[in-house]
């Protein structure tokens, strides 16, 4: 739905530019001056919402179905996609500063790839940009709501739970997030300390922290078992993913709408691994090892690696909590 959109997350892009060039492509993309782009000036506003953007209620489900099965695909034609959208979806909500009320999810981490939580998000970036510009033929669409419904249905492609993600953004087009970095709020190097104080700015905790972490972990897992070859079919059915996607199952379970999914495989499989794990991190990667540096997280990793149930629900809780950060409505009609 839209007021209420019901979600059933390193790809291509092939560019040659520059940090800078591209940031200013954005720029350009989203209708800024370049000076914006240069020579940007803090952004003071939260995140705004407009819930009848979309227009009535059958164009609302309509609009939302069109945007799921634009990133669907995308995340069949290249899986290592999935969990890098992840990462845009919780990078551009993580620039919410709750103690003054500024930042969060609106689009302005396009405008944010020199930041060390962004720098390796570019991919991302520009498919998140595709999808609009694809939608944008026979739609209007935000590239905030893009990024927020792209960390979904990331999840629910490879099989996670689905979201409530609420729709009708409007795009920060004046600058970056004034949030300043953070040391060791990073998906490549990050600390357990960086990344907890990111959330905390944030308005959120360690609970969250470790919820959204292990779906970043579990959906990294999925896509790469799918890109060497495992997951849930061989070569040649995952050749047709993509085409088969764009057919949508007119019987079956409500999930089946999109078609075939990325994977079946999320779970708390790899926050089991991060439980298990040594003092050292091994085997769980730098995002797992980050999770092993502070007790309180730690709690959290044991509870949820032995209870699948929790996982999945508060996870939905968590990631819709995560999107409405720094919300203002000019309406709000729930669909």
């Known amino acids: 739905m839209m007021a209420a959109a019901e979600e059933g997350s390193t790809g291509g892009g092939g560019s040659n530019l520059c940090r800078g060039e591209f940031i200013s492509s954005v720029a350009a993309s989203l209708g800024l001056g370049l000076a914006l782009a240069v020579s940007p000036k803090a952004a003071q506003a939260s995140v705004n919402f407009e819930t009848e953007r979309y227009g009535d209620k059958e164009l609302k489900i309509a609009t939302v179905n069109k945007l799921r ?3 669907r695909n995308s995340l069949l034609e290249d899986p290592k996609l999935a969990p890098e959208m992840l990462k845009l979806a919780i990078a551009d909500a993580l620039g919410f500063d709750a103690s003054t009320q500024t930042g969060g999810p609106d689009g302005s981490v396009v405008l944010e790839l020199d930041r060390e939580v962004t720098k390796s998000l570019k991919p991302a970036v520009e498919n998140a ?3 609009k510009k694809n939608l944008q033929r026979t739609n209007e669409m935000t590239l905030a709501d893009v990024i927020s419904m792209g960390g979904a249905e990331a999840i629910h492609a490879c099989g996670g739970p689905p979201m409530l993600v609420q729709l009708g953004r409007y795009d920060e087009k004046k600058a970056p997030n004034p949030a300043a970095d953070i040391k060791g709020y990073s998906f490549d190097e990050p600390t357990g300390a960086g990344v907890k104080a990111a959330f905390k700015r944030a308005g959120l905790g360690p609970r969250e922290m470790v919820l959204l972490l292990g779906a970043l972990g579990s959906v990294s897992d999925a896509a790469s078992a799918v890109g060497n070859g495992g997951g849930d079919g061989d070569d040649d059915d995952l050749e047709d993913l993509a085409w088969q996607n764009s057919i949508p199952n007119t019987f079956g379970k409500e999930s089946d709408k999109l078609g075939r999914p990325l994977s079946n495989s999320f779970g708390t499989g790899f926050l089991q691994r991060v439980a298990a794990a040594g003092k050292d991190g091994g ?3 730098v995002v797992g090892k ?21 996982f999945m629900s508060d996870l939905s ?9 720094g919300e203002r409505y000019e309406t709000r009609n729930a669909v």
Do not use: C, H, P
């Not at 980050?290 to 149930?309: C, I, Q």
């Not at 809780?317 to 950060?325: I, R």
């Open 290 to 310: 980050a999770l092993l540096e502070d007790d309180e997280v730690k709690t959290y990793v044991r509870k949820y690696a032995g209870n699948s149930k929790a």
């Open 317 to 325: 809780e968590a990631y819709t909590k995560m999107t409405l950060l």
């Open 69 to 71: 099965q634009q990133i």
């Open 283 to 285: 085997g769980v990667g």
């Open 129 to 131: 940009l595709k999808i």
